[in-house]
């Protein structure tokens, strides 16, 4: 069942008749998300920093955006999440997660490092993974710079973002366990509906292929912008679901809606987290659709869940 909210959201976007983003290609698409952004977005607050910086990539410099949340001593080092916004691995930016980001930051008292990395079509598989862990490392790195506490480092996003924050956990712990000590030291995951498993394969995926925000033509048509191939579904790169061993991941939160295509596999993924040991907080909103988290201009759940993951991350920062 949807919520009240969900369904009118719904039947709104059914009623603009929209082209898909299938037929309009990827600058198109781009677009498209980014001017439909300001009738669902809520007012930006307040924040006591935000600032446009970058950081060395394996192909040029990564754009990133630093919040630091309204009234902290900006000389204090204070936790930071590193986050990947959504978007398909092919539309999204630091601009259409701007306010969600705002919000998260004021929420859970901590600073938070938005990520701009690269995507398909123009920048194929792995390039957003690359991007991703290296945006991570290189926050680790400027801690007394950034005025963060790299001890308190977590790695979060929403949908594709989410899949690439579990991914850069991945692979943190791997370089970890091969002696590089420049790793970041990530101590939580923020993963919100995240895509964990390309293989799309679950009872979700079917029941809300269609009318329900996410389509499985979208999702489709994003996989055939991001991989190079149908062998890339199967690299934990890719599907961190896949990947042989979940064991020694930091913490999680992990948030799914009920009416999505991705819900099955994201608690799937927190299923298995448990499974290896981790601890895993995981909530479902049982009447919302995929993408709800950044529509609290339409959606109040919005705000409630963006208050719960401030409340998570504060627990997991130490300072709940």
Request: glycine share 10%; hydrophobic share 45%.
């Amino acid at each position: 069942m949807l919520d009240k909210e969900a369904e009118a959201f719904l039947a709104a976007v059914k009623a603009a008749n929209r082209p898909e983003y299938t037929v309009l290609g990827a600058a198109g698409a781009r677009q498209l998300y980014k001017e439909t952004r300001g009738a669902v977005t809520p007012e930006a607050p307040e924040m006591s920093e935000v600032d446009n910086i970058a950081a060395p990539g394996p192909h040029g410099p990564i754009p990133l955006r630093y919040y630091r949340p309204a009234g902290v001593d900006k000389k204090e080092p204070i936790p930071v999440v590193v986050f990947y916004h959504g978007g398909g691995w092919v539309i999204g930016d630091l601009d259409t997660h701007d306010v969600a980001c705002r919000l998260l930051s004021n929420e859970a008292r901590c600073a938070v490092v938005s990520v701009d990395y690269r995507m398909g079509p123009e920048h194929k598989f792995p390039a957003a993974v690359e991007d991703a862990y290296a945006a991570a490392h290189w926050v680790a790195g400027e801690a007394a710079a950034l005025r963060i506490d790299a001890t308190k480092l977590a790695v979060g996003g929403d949908s594709a973002g989410g899949n690439l924050a579990a991914v850069v956990a991945l692979m943190a712990r791997g370089k970890l366990k091969d002696g590089d000590k420049t790793a970041p030291k990530i101590g939580y995951q923020l993963l919100i509906y995240p895509a964990t498993d390309m293989h799309m394969d679950t009872k979700s995926h079917e029941s809300f292929a269609r009318d329900h925000l996410l389509t499985r033509a979208a999702m489709d048509w994003f996989q055939e912008q991001y991989l190079n191939g149908a062998a890339d579904r199967d690299d934990w790169r890719a599907s961190p679901l896949r990947a042989k061993s979940l064991a020694g991941l930091p913490p999680a939160y992990v948030l799914v809606a009920g009416n999505d295509p991705l819900r099955d596999e994201g608690e799937a993924y927190a299923d298995a987290l448990k499974k290896a040991g981790v601890p895993v907080a995981f909530r479902e909103f049982p009447g919302q659709v995929h993408g709800f988290v950044v529509l609290g201009k339409v959606m109040p759940q919005a705000g409630q869940a963006i208050a719960e993951m401030g409340t998570a991350l504060k627990l997991a920062f130490g300072q709940g």
